[in-house]
């Protein structure tokens, strides 16, 4: 699937920030029918996977217990998954990797083995799956409100070159206090909206081509009938004696 970074970064910069209520407002404008965007969380136990998301599509921060194996949330035609961050049930999560349309890598601000073990463990299992076309990556590093000096990072922390190096968009947040989610929401919104574009004409255009497909076998299906109809019958071509 291509996409085109740089209509996001055009559309970010229209957008800038959405609340809650316009992020659903302007999800629920795309058209009726339209294909599902898939998205997965991607991290270690208790670095706030569960609160970002929750906190993204209902605007509320919930203390939430650790989740174990996946769970489900949606909002309009955006799916997702939302993963234990436990490496010994990574082989259960293949499943749910593949085909994904975006990607939330999240790390604890406070913790430099999360954001390890996001770089070496999460990442290389999510991507191995993926020879062409990967999903578009979003590296969140969550819960600056602890950080000492504000969203100040600690010298071990060199997840925005990392994610630089992805290619990924980068966002320091705090899921309890609301800082800086309303602007990773209107990136959400960008992607989401981008993709839902290339897969709805990537649709159309499957469309096409079985209308095509149908259309052939039609005809062929005529010029047999109508070679049928041509054919003398058996019983004309006998010879009397």
Known sequence: MAFDALNIVNLNEKLQTLDKEQFVDMMQQ?????????AI???????????????LLTGVFVQTRSTVG???????NLQVYDTAGVEEHACLFADYMRNVDLAFLVYDGTSETSLYNLKYVWIPKLMELYTTDPPKLMMVRNKVDLLLGGEEQAQWDNGREYAKRLGAGFFSVS????????????YLYGSATTLTQIKQ??????????DDDICVLEEEKEEKTQKKKKRIPWYYRCTLF
Do not use: C, W
């Not at 969380?41 to 906190?55: E, H, I, W």
């Not at 004409?201 to 079985?210: G, P, V």
């Open 30 to 38: 795309q058209p009726k029918i339209k294909p599902t965007i898939k």
């Open 70 to 76: 996946i769970e489900f949330q949606y909002a309009a």
């Open 201 to 210: 004409q990537e649709l159309e255009q499957q469309q096409q081509h079985d």
């Open 175 to 186: 899921s309890k206090t609301g800082y800086g989610i309303d602007l990773l929401r209107g």
């Open 41 to 55: 969380t991607l991290g270690d136990a208790f670095v706030g996977k569960t609160s970002l998301v929750t906190r």
